[in-house]
């Protein structure tokens, strides 16, 4: 650890690494909307609800396996170590520099793959209030696309009051107010005697089909609830970090449970899965609904509602890692283009590189379509590259019991030493397997397992290790200037 806990890790900067000390704008509710807006995906549904009852002992898994745990370890360390940076901050305090920058630079780099299926999940249910045969015309949904993408980005650059105000208005209108819409349909679908497709519910019908070929869903379902530790990147806006971190962690994760849960069976009541279009089952649903209930003239407003729900999933995305990365590049790990924040305190360096980045890699999905196999793959490595950035998460907060006993934690893991080994221990073991279980090629794809798991492993080491390079040969002149790099 090169600084001391009282030194503290460095803010992002500006242009002259003197960048302004953030306002201290957000409380309880912007926390919990953070998390909302990062783990609540309406666009997940449809693909859960393929598996009717057993969806719920499938959410019970991930629950008690990662949703569970990653609360209540990023409660403990956003409390100890409230600074800039989330996971970096804490993951450098417990094994040092090096593989801090390897966590956050994992949690940034997946989402350069990632980034494209929730652009293409906004596009094509935008089209749905339109007409949805425009989401064939790939140039007219490519624009769309972009647009999106980089009027986010330009919001992101905005700074932490303008674009939190923003999330948390999108994922009020666009997730929460839809995933409680389908709900209260799906209710009332039921009450009033409709057909329903979903069969009659057993005991038994809720128990997962756990067997290789449904491995590797496994991992899908653990890390359905990534992003629980985004508002940890915000710790430095948080006007009372020790009291507000635990109260929006237990907020978010009751709500993302329920709806979840919830708004997956409303689907699976309606549609029936030969019928059921993942990436639009969600409209397929509230179309299925509002019909039901000479309602029909809903879809539209609703479509626009869930497509704004993406935007504020895409913005805590694009916007938490980019800081973390942006507290990285201040302290002279990355070349000065990373470090560049404007006079609001984003990290405008990274958002533009990343911007770019996605572009290139969204061109490339939508126009070539030999690429299809291809960026099936590259998604795939979005689940080991948060692996790794989970498994160093997790042993952070158990490292940090031992070798930073005294430091003042709002929140602590209940239960001493036994309780955090059980709780970041259920972690380490999920994210583990899951990594292990992510080199398996899912059922249906015709290629050898080495060669998938090669694949796999080259993959992620050259998305992962790219932090060794930049340690390895950084310069001088990427050092800020003495006395102008400020603590948090």
Aim: with cysteine; proline share 7%; glycine share 10%.
């Amino acid at each position: 650890m090169s600084e001391s806990v009282a030194t503290g890790i460095a803010a992002p900067a500006a242009p002259a690494r003197s960048a302004p000390v953030p306002a201290k704008a957000l409380g309880v509710f912007a926390l919990a909307m953070i998390n909302v807006a990062a783990v609540l995906s309406l666009r997940n549904y449809p693909s859960m609800a393929e598996y009717g009852w057993s969806s719920v002992g499938w959410y019970v898994i991930g629950t008690i396996t990662f949703l569970i745990p990653v609360s209540l370890v990023g409660a403990e360390l956003a409390t100890g170590w409230p600074r800039g940076g989330g996971v970096y901050a804490w993951v450098r305090e417990a094994f040092g520099e090096h593989v801090g920058f390897i966590a956050v630079f994992c949690e940034w780099s997946n989402n350069l793959v990632w980034f494209p299926t929730v652009l293409a999940f906004v596009a094509s249910t935008f089209f749905y209030a339109i007409n949805p045969d425009l989401a064939n015309n790939t140039t007219l949904l490519f624009v769309v696309m972009m647009a999106v993408f980089w009027g986010t980005t330009l919001i992101a650059a905005m700074g932490e009051r303008i674009s939190s105000s923003f999330g948390s208005f999108g994922v009020l209108a666009g997730s929460i107010v839809p995933a409680i819409l389908i709900i209260v349909l799906g209710v009332m679908y039921v009450v009033t005697g409709k057909p329903i497709v979903l069969p009659p519910f057993t005991p038994t019908a809720v128990i997962p089909n756990i067997q290789l070929s449904t491995l590797p869903f496994i991992a899908t379902v653990v890390l359905l609830f990534a992003g629980m530790e985004m508002a940890g990147f915000h710790a430095l806006e948080v006007r009372d970090p020790q009291r507000d971190f635990p109260k929006a962690m237990a907020v978010s994760a009751t709500i993302i449970f329920v709806l979840t849960v919830a708004g997956t069976l409303a689907i699976a009541i309606v549609v029936p899965t030969k019928d059921l279009n993942l990436a639009a089952g969600l409209m397929q649903a509230f179309q299925a609904f509002l019909v039901a209930f000479g309602l029909d003239w809903l879809v539209a407003p609703l479509a626009l509602l869930v497509a704004l729900g993406g935007m504020a999933l895409l913005a805590s995305w694009l916007i938490g890692p980019a800081l973390g990365l942006g507290v990285v590049a201040n302290e002279g790990s990355m070349p000065p283009v990373f470090a560049h924040t404007n006079r609001r305190g984003a990290p405008t360096g990274v958002l533009v590189v990343q911007a770019v980045l996605g572009t290139l890699i969204s061109t490339a999905f939508l126009f070539l379509p030999s690429v299809s196999s291809a960026y099936w793959l590259l998604s795939a490595l979005t689940v080991t590259l948060l692996c790794i950035a989970y498994v160093a998460m997790f042993a952070s907060v158990i490292r940090l019991r031992y070798t930073q006993p005294d430091v003042h934690r709002a929140f602590r893991i209940p239960g001493g030493m036994v309780g955090v080994w059980l709780v970041g221990g259920v972690g380490l073991v999920a994210c583990a397997f899951t990594f292990l279980v992510s080199l398996l090629p899912p059922s249906g794809q015709h290629v050898g397992v080495a060669p998938y798991a090669i694949f796999m492993l080259v993959g992620t080491g050259v998305l992962a290790l790219p932090p060794l390079v930049f340690m390895r040969f950084r310069r001088a002149s990427w050092q800020p200037k003495p006395g102008t790099a400020t603590g948090a």
